[in-house]
């Protein structure tokens, strides 16, 4: 009876969409409808009936298939995702509760945790070369696991609270998945296998990067003590902008680093002030505290200084990089982006301050890809520069 009942109750073009890859908006949208329906009772009986269906949707043996079925033929065509959830999902079961408390299923946290790495690296290139992909490749693998190291650790601290918001409520601590001991040697795992990445570099780099691992304990508690544990996270998530350079260089150039480091800690406060005004009614409830709450209505003006301030940072680490055009050019683009991102902003929608928090990943990729390009100038530059002088 239950596919006829779907057939019946819901138009056939919601189900298509889940063929052309929006099977998790789509079993997202399924579910709030659902549990609209179970709170409504209707001349139709369709109360009794949405129960059915709420139980069925949420059991495990059939919200999987459900969400697996953008790997099904469509058209003839069998059409194949790569997502990080669906990897998660594809997972033996007694793997994906570890994945989950990593947050491998939502990668947008280790391409912001990444992408300032990458920005040092690819600043500290010889010029006229590309960015050195075996450096790239660690960094990433670093920021993986350190960023799995650094959820693990947030989660073990907030297990209580994160019982009490809706969002949170089914993280594998809190819903007790995993226990505290089992996360505890988890995380040694991960931050041994962090370990063997950060020796991998240079004697310099390796004290610089476990400088970082206090910052990585302590952040999460800072949502206990001040409204400003984002700009905490800015100090964390941007340790990357330091230790980039130094991989590649053998020390840190300070007069680079440092704008760059500092342009990174402006860039976290923008995006994750906008991802706390998602959970600020939560935040005031279980008592923790954020930037979202100390702006409030005057979110706006803040997150407009801070890109201010980011701007110049990364005009600053460009001069003393001597960068070049390509680099300058990237950055009107940059600025472009961040004044649409907060003009536009909504902060009473929790949707809209999703939207606006993972379009960062697409800035600070536009930015990687405008320091390869003023890099790969530079050589253009010096050429022209020495065959005027031939001629002269």
Partial sequence: MLPAKLSSRFPLNALRRIHHGSTYHCGYSLSNCFLKMEGERTRNGLHSDSS????VFYSQSAIRPLLRLHETQHYGRRSFSLSAATIVNSAPAPVQPYLRLMRLDKPIGTWLLYLPCTWSIALASDPGCLPHLGMLTLFGTGALLMRGAGCTIND????DFDKKVART??????????????ALVFLGGQLSLALGVLLCLNYYSIALGAASLSLVITYPLMKRITYWPQLMLGFTFNW????????????CDWSVCLPLYFSGVMWTL???????HQDKEDDVK???????????????????GFSVAMMSGLVAAGVNAE???????????VAIHLTHQIYTLDI?????????????????????????AGNLWKERRETLLQNEGEVR
């Fill in 52 to 55: 059915v269906l709420r139980r």
């Fill in 156 to 159: 073990m601290w907030d297990k």
């Fill in 169 to 182: 409520a089914s993280r594998p601590i809190a819903s007790g998945e995993i226990s505290r001991m089992h």
């Fill in 240 to 251: 990357g902008a330091l230790l980039g350079w130094s991989a590649v260089q053998g020390s």
């Fill in 270 to 276: 923008i995006y994750d002030t906008i991802y706390a």
């Fill in 286 to 304: 279980v008592g923790v505290k954020s930037t979202a709450l100390r702006f409030q209505e005057q979110t706006k003006p803040w997150l407009s």
């Fill in 323 to 333: 960068q070049t055009l390509p680099y300058f050019a990237v950055l009107s683009t």
């Fill in 348 to 372: 009473n929608k929790p949707e809209d301050c999703w939207k606006k928090f993972i379009s960062n990943r697409n800035l600070g990729l536009l930015l990687f890809l405008g320091i390869v």
